[in-house]
């Protein structure tokens, strides 16, 4: 019986369309299915995933690949395991038009492979032709730049797979064949006009793994490796109220961890963000950071921001970065001598809680000066202390290794790394010994799995993460693996709305058995060199080589300490793990990191919005000075004439004050010593004790003294000619009046009519 989808589309921006993201699974259905069309917005970011192409007949794949470009299939159950008791089971299906034509109808085919997976690498393999078609489905046009997806729900009766068949894995195919649009044809495959319609077969075609009743008896150590980050939309370190939000999801993944037996790796970031604000902290927060303190899972210390070890070792640096303080921050915060309690059950209590109490206002990044911390202000060494890692680790970006990272890390007395199976060739157990160094090798399979599973977009696609990560358990227990590690993505850990979730789903998976790192098996492991992209190389060692030159602008500002934490706070961040795997969105925040350098060069400098002319002889010339530095400014200011048409008796101002991001004015008494002419102002901008200096620049200046003059003979002679018609009209007024009555003549002699 063939499935009625309905179908809703909406379009979706230029930016979306240049993803060809596809991942996942799809299974079919013969009974009835709706469908509830979506579509990303623009600009979204998808992780990389399985990429789909379409087929030709009689072509080459480049041909094939070539005419389906931009038409994407993404299918996926929507619980990964299938159980005998079952009455239906329900899947997604997702088709993503990045095309300039309207995808014309089609039928989806569903087809169910009977042979187990015994290796995830057949997935891609061509559906055989003995897999068994068990539903088909009418979908839609899509339009141009849109995307459609459908929940299709298929009755239990209607899988070909048999009560008896074996426990596992299995491979569901799903083909979306097009029908030949009336008008355009093949168009939007890039068929030509007039071309032989047999000569394309416009078909687009993916698989998915589906887990029929677990790994039967079979069972996988697995170890997971838990990221407690920020997100990536945190440059420095957390305001309160990012804080006070964020507490509750790292409370319910500490929970979710405890489940599984994981290693917690731990962004500083989190902990000295909580302790720099001492009792202003969210209380949820507070209680949090109690938590992790006394929690009995194992930890270790990311490097400061997750900031990339290997890249580090790859530009030459001889040290690890490390914060140089974080007074920019505390200055925020208030600090009893006695912490307050959080009480010894808070990690009984499994929760975090919240307080409304606790309200203060929260206090940006970098924005305003403090004006409540009580000092002195906690250390760096308080803010970051963590006796709870027994081990030093570094994670270097993807698990992989620059040639010259193990000897800065033997340098540093660094002797635990976390490394992928991409980046290491591992024989046995998942923990090792390379030289002196402790290696945890994850699973790069599972990882990637995981990150989409925590990431994806659409529904559709974080299901077929999860499809896909179950199924690579499956066949790793039911082939005798010596013992398993996930790491979660980092980026997708920090970014995912609630990453607990899906710590959640893996408890469900029963062919895992949770096992601390340290209790499993042993192999041995050999390095497979990996240096990051020489563009990200550059784009890092440029923002490194800045550093200085912003904070030598630190000397004009009251605590000069802050500008430094500031900036290397910034440079670690850029630093971070996560943009290892995107150069283009890498580019972009290193493009906008640049620019924000730019800005605070700035640092404090006079500014004219508009030319000066100086029309007397004397005046007072407003100076107007900018602080594109987040913190408050105190300068001296110089003023010297540009030339000798002016004289400036007063040229020293000492301790101007300039907030922070903000303009103050200081005025200048300036006298001219010419009736016209151009000259102007030499204004130096320096540290309250005179050095360094860091701005000077001219003030341009328009002399026009000679038009007071003129002003002055003009309103003079108006006055006397105002003056002298007063007295005219006066004079001529009293006559009128003292004159005697005339006659009609006029000689003023009466006429008297004759007699």
């Known amino acids: 019986m063939l499935s009625v989808l309905r179908l809703h589309v909406r379009a979706f921006g230029p930016r979306t369309l240049a993803v060809a993201a596809l991942v996942g699974a799809l299974l079919g259905t013969s009974g009835t299915a709706t469908a509830a069309m979506t579509a990303s917005g623009p600009g979204s970011q998808r992780p990389a995933v ?44 997702l088709i993503r038009n990045s095309t300039t034509a309207e995808l014309p109808a089609g039928t989806v085919t569903l087809v169910l492979d009977a042979d187990r997976l015994t290796d995830l690498g057949d997935l891609d393999e061509p559906m055989p032709a003995s897999a068994n078609r068990f539903a088909e489905a009418p979908v839609e046009a899509t339009a141009p730049g849109s995307e459609q997806t459908a929940t299709v729900t298929v009755s239990r009766s209607d899988l070909p797979i048999g009560a008896a068949a074996e426990a596992g894995a299995y491979r569901v195919g799903a083909t979306l064949q097009f029908a030949e649009d009336p008008d355009q044809g093949f168009a939007a495959f890039g068929a030509e006009p007039g071309e032989d319609d047999s000569a394309v077969s416009p078909t687009v075609s993916t698989a998915t793994p589906v887990i029929w009743r677990g790994a039967g008896t079979d069972t996988v150590p697995m170890s997971v490796i838990v990221p407690f980050v920020l997100p990536s939309d945190i440059r420095t370190l957390p305001t ?34 909580i302790r720099a604000y001492g009792d202003e902290a969210p209380r949820n927060a507070q209680l949090l950071l109690s938590r992790l303190e006394t929690t009995p899972l194992p930890s270790f210390l990311l490097q400061f921001a997750d900031a990339d070890p290997s890249v580090q070792a790859a530009l030459g640096f001889t040290t690890l970065l490390e914060p140089t303080n974080l007074d920019f921050v505390s200055r925020f915060g208030s600090f009893s001598e006695t912490p307050d309690a959080t009480g010894p059950g808070a990690e009984e209590n499994g929760t975090a809680g919240s307080d409304e109490g606790a309200d203060a206002p929260d206090a940006p990044d970098t924005d305003g000066e403090a004006g409540s911390a009580e000092l002195p202000l906690p250390t760096l060494t308080e803010l970051l202390d963590w006796p709870q890692q027994e081990t030093a680790h570094v994670w270097p970006a993807e698990g992989r ?26 024989d046995g157990g998942p923990r090792a010994r390379l030289g002196s160094d402790s290696v945890t090798v994850t699973d790069a399979a599972l990882d990637r799995a995981a990150r989409t599973a925590l990431h994806a977009e659409t529904e559709t696609e974080r299901s077929g993460g999860v499809a896909r990560l179950a199924a690579e358990l499956v066949v790793d227990a039911q082939g005798g693996s010596d013992g398993v590690v996930l790491a979660l993505d980092r980026g997708a850990t920090g970014d995912a709305s609630d990453p607990a979730e899906l710590l959640e789903q893996l408890e469900a998976f029963a062919w895992t058995t949770p096992t601390a790192i340290a209790d499993q098996r042993t192999g041995t492991v050999e390095l497979r060199p990996s240096g990051p992209s020489q563009d990200r190389l550059e784009l890092l060692r440029s923002a490194s080589n800045r550093e200085g030159s912003v904070n030598e602008l630190g000397a004009v500002l009251t605590h000069p300490e802050y500008l430094s934490g500031y900036q290397r706070t910034r440079l670690l961040q850029l630093f971070s793990t996560p943009y290892a795997a995107d150069a283009d969105g890498f580019a972009q925040v290193a493009a906008d990191f640049r620019k924000r350098d730019a800005e605070l060069l700035s640092g404090v400098q006079a500014i ?39 004289s400036v008796p007063e040229r020293r101002f000492r301790e101007v004050v300039v907030p922070a991001e903000t303009s103050e004015r200081v005025l200048v008494p300036v006298r001219s010593r010419v009736s016209s002419g151009e000259s102007g102002l030499v204004v130096s901008v320096s540290a309250a004790d005179g050095s360094p200096t860091v701005f000077t620049g001219t003030l341009p200046i328009t002399i026009r003294s000679s038009i007071e003059t003129i002003i002055f003979w003009a309103l003079g002679g108006l006055a006397v000619m105002l003056l002298v018609f007063g007295i005219v009209r006066s004079v001529r007024r009293r006559r009128s009046r003292n004159a005697p009555a005339t006659g009609p003549d006029g000689d003023g002699d009466d006429i008297v009519p004759a007699m």
């Open 50 to 93: 399985e990429h789909v192409s379409g087929t030709r007949a009689d072509a080459t794949s480049d041909e094939a690949a070539d005419r389906a470009a931009g038409v994407d299939l993404v299918v996926s159950p929507r619980e990964p395991v299938i159980a005998a008791g079952d009455d239906e089971v329900q899947f997604g299906l």
């Open 240 to 273: 309160r109220g990012q804080l006070e939000e964020l507490a509750p999801v790292w409370d319910r993944l500490l929970t979710a961890a405890r489940a599984h037996d994981a290693t917690l790796a731990i962004d500083p970031r989190l902990i000295a963000g």
């Open 401 to 426: 290794a620059d040639p010259a990272l193990l000897p800065l890390l033997d340098q540093e007395g660094v002797d635990s790394l976390v490394l992928s199976s991409d980046g290491a060739d591992l």
């Open 608 to 646: 004219s919005t508009e030319h000066i002319q100086l029309v007397g002889s004397s005046s007072r010339v407003p100076v107007q000075l900018r602080n594109a530095l987040p913190f408050d400014a105190v300068v001296t200011v110089d003023v010297d004439p540009a030339s000798a048409a002016l």
